[in-house]
């Protein structure tokens, strides 16, 4: 029951290189979350998708991208990183929007930018 | 907007000792509401909730009222555990299932 599955666990960039962030669920949920953790301020909201083929911005999307690949899998890429984007970086998903129900949470990407 | 306030950490106590988060929030209307919990390491995972006012949501021994008088979801466990030490947080959820997150608060529990 592997949940909601978010690779690599730790990477560290330099300025102005890009990457990708993967995640995967595997519970057949239609809804997918990116969130940033940054100290002292809780989760934020970078992007969501609402169903495959669907994206749209949360209250912090400036910098990122996102592809909805197919139902299981949503992506965040960074095309050129800054060192504001330091932050441990979690992927979310739910059975569908406006359900009211909890996200689940996958174990999150520690990603440094020196 | 909508926001969540949680009090600051950490919280140090020890082992079975009576447990209080204090969460307060601002909001239109009666959102749910959801106490998260993360483990050194891990993600998020939901610890309990509560859809409307006067609703209790409780779980491995944690419980939280909605009080919509007080905006608060305040978090209690009667007697902490080693275990439980980890950053709770406290959240509201709006329209497309947003999340809104307090800041979150660390508990220490020694033995």
């Known amino acids: 029951n592997a949940g909601v599955t978010q690779t690599p666990k730790f990477q560290v960039l330099k300025t102005g290189q890009s990457m990708t962030l993967q995640c995967a669920q595997d519970m057949n949920h239609n809804s997918m979350y990116w969130y940033r953790q940054d100290p002292g301020m809780g989760l934020r909201l970078i992007y969501y998708s609402a169903s495959e083929g669907t994206t749209d911005k949360g209250e912090v999307p400036n910098g990122y991208n996102v592809s909805r690949l197919n139902k299981r899998e949503f992506s965040l890429r960074l095309e050129s990183a800054a060192p504001s984007q330091t932050s441990v970086y979690f992927c979310?998903?739910?059975?569908?929007?406006?359900?009211?129900?909890?996200?689940?949470f996958g174990d999150g990407t520690r990603l440094s930018i020196l | 907007g909508d926001s969540v306030t949680q009090m600051e950490g950490p919280v140090t106590l020890s082992e079975e000792a009576f447990l209080t988060i204090n969460c307060t929030y601002t909001a239109t209307g009666y959102p749910s509401l959801f106490w998260y919990v993360q483990y050194p390491g891990e993600g998020l995972q939901l610890l309990l909730k509560a859809t409307k006012a006067d609703d209790k949501g409780s779980n491995k021994g944690f419980e939280a009222t909605y009080r919509k008088e007080t905006t608060s979801f305040h978090l209690e466990k009667g007697s902490v555990q080693v275990s439980d030490s980890a950053v709770y947080f406290c959240a509201l959820i709006r329209g497309y299932n947003k999340l809104i997150f307090g800041a979150g608060t660390r508990l220490a529990v020694h033995p």
């Open positions: 979310a998903s739910i059975l569908e929007l406006f359900s009211n129900q909890p996200q689940h």
